[in-house]
């Protein structure tokens, strides 16, 4: 599991995390909140056992949820461990950021201290970063700012790889326990909105008691909240505002009432504010600011009536995740990118290769008198309508807009425009590596990676295919325009690079090949390495009679 240098591994367990993240908010109780807590770690995050320990009002710690093992579950759930030997934990041990990691050969102390606890014996490790059935993980749980203010405890047990987790375990770890968290205290918030919304509706004799009450709650929410009207010709308009959303938006409560949320979310994601049902509704999505930026926020909708059968408001709960989203994104960036360079790697390459290929073959006419024809082809004629775009019908819509990807002729330039894929491999870095070392190798290759880019346009691709290879995709580009290109980059990566003041020099070969539709990645890719080697040796005869 911590292969974590392999990108596709990290990607499988970020969407893993994500998952587990998103089942956070589905539960509808506190206590299906903390259940899913601990079941998220079990099935997210590679752990076979997860208890949850939840600070009580008089500050001990109860353990209220538990994953993995029914017979563990039975004998601990409930039970309580003082706040003082808490605090011993995690104060000893060693510090993984928030993380505080006991090893067995330090945790023997705490055998016999009142913290529930489910362990059995085993050998001791085999190698340095095995896991021992006596060593304990824990990620403190915060509520909502941080500090001192412990909302609970998550203990993990059992990595199913027997390894003690990695930089990026921890990391994962880490994270979740942080929007764990924000699910617990919003699961008791909500909770406690709901008793309010009870009493508004039940208990008319004590009208103005249940109004402060949730005025309070609503004014002193930690997290941002609205009520907007429901019909009417101000459908959507906000009403009130409480301060943690006014801060959060940049904007005070008075000019907030002249708002909907339609007026203040991103063009993009309108679709997506629309879709949202008023009554549960859940949205992520993104809203302006005053100063014109825009934050990642989550929307929650509930309908609340003022009386029994009065109007209808809109009550909706908005959560900051603007650090969760850059969270994902930094992520997800680090599982497409080569970690050297910082071009796209090998799998994002051929994602964006394959997204513009189908199965389809197809091909464009050859000349001016085949493209009038095409143009102007019976309409009843099916294949005389598909240049350029494939209108049979789809399901999604009455056409399918693909634009098909063409291989120009390279023996008869006729001016055609295709998908390029230039194939770069450089020539004389393994000397360079073996002489001067992986360092000046490295820097080699990010320097080759900077001028690569600063060559091609805005739109095109420079991807590092692994090594000393790299590929660019660029489009709209006819045969002597690729021609070019290549010429272009291999004179751009010609001239020395000075790494520690000395300098190095490279070449480099090209081939190039072209994307069509009816080809997958892979081909296209071959092709164009194909092409590359022919260039390679013909290059290299050409050197030989010239000695």
């Given at each position: 599991?911590e292969?974590e240098?392999?990108p596709?591994?990290?990607?499988?367990?970020?969407?893993q995390?994500h998952?587990?993240?998103?089942?956070?908010n589905?539960?509808?109780?506190l206590?299906?909140?903390?259940?899913?807590?601990?079941?998220?770690?079990?099935?997210?995050?590679?752990?076979?056992?997860a208890?949850?320990n939840?600070?009580r009002?008089?500050g001990?710690?109860?353990v209220?949820?538990f994953?993995g093992?029914?017979?563990?579950?039975a004998?601990?759930?409930?039970?309580?461990?003082?706040?003082?030997?808490?605090?011993?934990?995690?104060?000893?041990g060693?510090?993984?950021?928030?993380?505080r990691?006991?090893?067995?050969?330090?945790g023997?102390?705490?055998?016999?201290d009142?913290?529930?606890q489910w362990h059995?014996?085993?050998p001791?490790?085999?190698?340095?970063?095995?896991?021992?059935?006596?060593?304990?993980?824990?990620?403190?749980?915060y509520?909502?700012?941080?500090?001192?203010d412990?909302?609970?405890?998550?203990?993990v047990?059992?990595p199913?790889?027997g390894?003690?987790?990695?930089?990026?375990?921890?990391?994962?770890?880490?994270?979740?326990?942080?929007?764990a968290a924000?699910?617990?205290?919003?699961?008791?918030?909500r909770?406690?909105?709901q008793?309010?919304?009870?009493?508004l509706?039940r208990?008319?004799?004590?009208?103005?008691a249940?109004?402060e009450?949730?005025?309070?709650?609503?004014?002193y929410?930690?997290?941002?909240m609205a009520?907007a009207?429901?019909?009417?010709?101000?459908?959507?308009?906000?009403?009130?505002?409480?301060?943690?959303?006014c801060?959060?938006l940049?904007r005070?409560?008075?000019v907030?009432?002249?708002?909907?949320?339609?007026d203040?979310?991103h063009p993009?994601?309108?679709?997506t504010?629309?879709?949202t049902?008023?009554e549960g509704?859940?949205?992520?999505?993104?809203?302006?600011?005053?100063?014109?930026?825009?934050l990642?926020?989550?929307?929650r909708?509930?309908?609340?009536?003022?009386?029994?059968d009065?109007?209808?408001?809109?009550l909706t709960?908005v959560?900051?995740i603007?650090?969760?989203?850059?969270h994902?994104l930094?992520l997800?960036?680090r599982a497409?990118h080569?970690a050297?360079?910082?071009l796209?790697?090998?799998?994002?390459?051929?994602?964006?290769?394959?997204?513009?290929l189908c199965e389809?073959?197809?091909?464009v006419?050859?000349?001016?008198?085949?493209?009038?024809?095409?143009a102007y082809?019976?309409?009843?004629?099916?294949?005389a309508?598909?240049?350029?775009?494939?209108?049979?019908?789809?399901?999604?819509?009455?056409?399918?807009?693909?634009?098909?990807?063409v291989?120009?002729?390279?023996e008869?330039?006729?001016?055609a425009?295709g998908?390029?894929?230039?194939?770069c491999?450089l020539?004389?870095?393994?000397?360079?590596?073996?002489?001067?070392?992986?360092?000046?190798?490295?820097?080699?290759?990010?320097?080759?990676?900077?001028?690569?880019?600063t060559?091609?346009?805005?739109?095109d691709?420079?991807?590092r295919?692994?090594?000393?290879e790299?590929?660019v995709?660029?489009?709209?580009l006819?045969a002597?325009?690729?021609?070019d290109?290549?010429?272009?980059l291999r004179?751009?990566?010609?001239?020395?690079?000075?790494?520690?003041?000395r300098?190095?020099?490279?070449?480099?070969s090209?081939?190039?090949?072209?994307?069509?539709?009816?080809m997958t990645?892979?081909?296209v890719?071959?092709?164009a390495?194909?092409?590359?080697?022919v260039?390679?040796?013909?290059?290299?005869?050409?050197?030989?009679?010239?000695?």
């Open positions: 599991m292969a240098s392999e596709y591994v990290r990607l499988a367990t970020l969407r995390l998952q587990a993240v998103a089942d956070l589905t539960a509808r109780s206590a299906d909140t903390l259940q899913t807590v601990a079941d998220g770690i079990v099935a997210g995050l590679g752990y076979e056992l208890c949850v939840l600070v009002a008089d001990d710690l109860v209220a949820a994953a093992n029914s017979a563990a579950e004998l601990i759930t409930g039970r309580v461990g003082s706040r003082s030997s808490w605090e011993r934990r995690l104060s000893m060693e510090e993984w950021d928030e993380l990691f006991i090893p067995h050969t330090d023997w102390v705490l055998l016999d009142d913290v529930p059995t014996d085993g001791d490790p085999r190698f340095e970063d095995e896991w021992h059935p006596q060593d304990r993980l824990y990620a403190p749980m509520a909502s700012g941080g500090g001192a412990l909302l609970g405890v998550i203990s047990d059992r199913r790889n390894r003690r987790p990695g930089a990026w375990g921890r990391e994962a770890l880490q994270m979740y326990a942080s929007q924000i699910a617990i205290s919003n699961a008791r918030l909770a406690n909105m008793r309010a919304l009870v009493r509706e208990e008319q004799q004590a009208l103005r249940s109004e009450s949730f005025r309070q709650a609503f004014e929410a930690p997290s941002g009520i009207e429901m019909g009417g010709d101000q459908h959507g308009r906000l009403l009130r505002a409480n301060d943690a959303l801060r959060l940049g005070p409560a008075s907030l009432r002249r708002y909907s949320f339609a203040l979310v993009e994601d309108i679709g504010l629309l879709r049902s008023a509704g859940r949205a992520e999505l993104r809203l302006g600011r005053r100063d014109g930026t825009y990642w926020v989550s929307l909708n509930s309908v609340v009536a003022d009386t029994t009065g109007p209808r408001f809109l709960h959560e900051d603007e650090e969760r989203k850059r994902e930094h997800a960036h497409s080569d050297l360079t910082g796209p790697n090998s799998a994002e390459l051929r994602s964006r290769l394959g997204s513009r389809r073959p197809h091909s006419a050859t000349t001016a008198v085949e493209a009038l024809d095409a082809a019976d309409a009843d004629d099916p294949d309508r598909t240049h350029g775009y494939d209108v049979d019908a789809a399901p999604g819509g009455p056409y399918d807009h693909h634009v098909h990807s291989a120009p002729d390279t008869n330039d006729d001016g425009k998908l390029a894929v230039l194939f491999d020539d004389g870095f393994k000397s360079i590596n073996d002489r001067f070392g992986h360092h000046t190798g490295d820097a080699v290759l990010i320097e080759v990676a900077r001028r690569l880019t060559c091609v346009r805005d739109g691709t420079v991807a295919l692994g090594g000393d790299f590929v995709l660029a489009d709209g006819g002597a325009d690729a021609a290109l290549a010429v272009r004179n751009a990566i010609i001239p020395p690079i000075r790494v520690d003041g300098a190095v020099r490279v070449g480099a090209f081939g190039i090949g072209w994307a069509a539709c009816g990645a892979e081909e890719l071959r092709s390495d194909q092409r590359m080697y260039e390679k040796r013909s290059r290299a005869k050409v050197h030989r009679r010239a000695g």
